[in-house]
């Protein structure tokens, strides 16, 4: 028990630097309603023919990027407190030291909470509907946090490996932006060239993407919720055994 009380102060303190720091609030806040506006209003007409009509197929997709792209500040929030000696100070008191990770990444799940919810209700907004119904809004968004959880124990292992938070920035950068775009999150993998159709099929960010569909659109949904949640369990075990492991090692 102690160890989750331990966990809930790291999280209280990870989220008391967000809410103090108006820069971070701001970012989180406003960088996926930027991708939303962006790609609906500069794509949207190319791709579907209309806005409204792309902003559907779209949002369940930009909710899987959003993932991608906001947990690297879980990599970079670890490796900024190495790189202050906080660790060094964690290290001296008496708690669990997977206490201090767990906490990263507990924190940064509420912020990924937040994300999900700003954005689809800007998308609301513009004209989205959950045609899923409520059970499929709720599963979706169980879902999406739930990958939250799988993305942040990743990143969290790229945080406490690396040594700046340059090649942090990099290495999430080269990880997180291939996979997303080689996706089916923006267009349909139909339209891309065979072989490339290939990869896309099998990349989890697919395989996410078109979950949330199923939840959000209505649609089969048995067989990708499944396979997502096993590609979610299997990144949540080995990355959060190997991050813990890797920070023990390294405190």
């Known amino acids: 028990m102690m160890v989750f009380a331990q966990t809930g102060v790291m999280a209280r303190r990870n989220l008391l630097h ?34 409204t009509g792309y902003l559907e197929y779209v949002l369940p997709g930009l909710l899987v990027q959003g993932i991608g792209f906001g947990t690297t500040q879980t990599a970079i929030g670890l490796n900024a407190d190495f790189q202050r000696g906080l660790i060094d100070r964690f290290r001296s008191l008496p708690m669990a030291r997977s206490a201090v990770v767990a906490g990263r990444v507990t924190a940064d799940i509420g912020r990924t909470a937040w994300m999900c919810l700003i954005t689809v209700a800007v998308a609301a907004a513009l004209g989205f509907r959950f045609h899923g119904g409520v059970a499929g809004a709720i599963g979706a968004l169980a ?109």
């Open 18 to 51: 967000v809410l103090s720091d108006p820069e971070q609030l701001i970012g989180i806040t406003i960088q996926p309603l930027m991708f939303l506006l962006l790609f609906v209003y500069v794509f949207g007409g190319a791709i579907s023919g209309s806005t």
């Open 143 to 251: 879902l999406v946090l739930a990958l939250g959880v799988a993305m942040c124990w990743l990143m969290a292992f790229l945080g406490v490996s690396l040594r700046s938070a340059e090649a942090v920035q990099t290495a999430g950068f080269m990880l997180i932006l291939p996979l997303t775009f080689a996706s089916s999150v923006l267009v349909p993998a139909a339209s891309m060239p065979g072989w490339l159709q290939a990869f896309v099929k099998v990349n989890p960010i697919s395989i996410f993407a078109t979950a949330m569909r199923g939840l959000l659109l209505g649609g089969p949904v048995a067989t990708p919720v499944l396979q997502s949640a096993a590609w979610i369990v299997v990144l949540s075990v080995v990355f959060g055994t190997l991050t813990v492991s890797r920070y023990r090692r390294r405190a």
